[in-house]
């Protein structure tokens, strides 16, 4: 069965950190991209980071960039979101997901059920 697990949200205050993970089981690891996308009410779904297992390359969106690290530890078939500097702005329910294309830049056909980020002020 493929399983993308998503964890580690929660509430917490303005300049907070979270870490998020995103366990995988079902599907091979080391070829893989893995990127984390957010929701926030009212809003479109927006790609936040993203990791190529095959190289190790990385992504992030402007608005994260100094505050958000993405690694991946592939013994335990996971991935992290390191969310710090915490912003109101951040608050949504975060998904992560995976494809095997090579590039964070296409499209992912494996998503997690999403963990909720919550930032107050």
């Known amino acids: 069965e493929v399983q993308l697990q998503a964890s580690g949200g929660g509430l917490v205050q303005a300049g907070g950190s979270l870490r998020l993970s995103c366990a995988v089981s079902?599907?091979?690891?080391?070829?893989?991209?893995i990127g984390w996308f957010r929701q926030a009410p009212g809003k479109g779904r927006e790609g936040v980071s993203c990791?190529?297992?095959?190289?190790?390359?990385?992504w992030y969106v402007d608005s994260v960039k100094g505050r958000f690290s993405i690694s991946s530890d592939n013994a335990k078939r996971t991935v992290y979101l390191q969310l710090n500097s915490l912003k109101p702005e951040d608050t949504a329910v975060y998904h992560c997901?995976?494809?095997?294309?090579?590039?964070?830049?296409?499209?992912?056909?494996?998503w997690g059920q999403g963990t909720q980020v919550t930032v107050s002020s």
């Open positions: 997901a995976t494809q095997s294309l090579g590039s964070c830049y296409r499209e992912f056909d494996y």
């Open positions: 990791i190529s297992n095959s190289d190790l390359t990385t």
């Open positions: 079902g599907l091979s690891f080391d070829d893989r991209v």
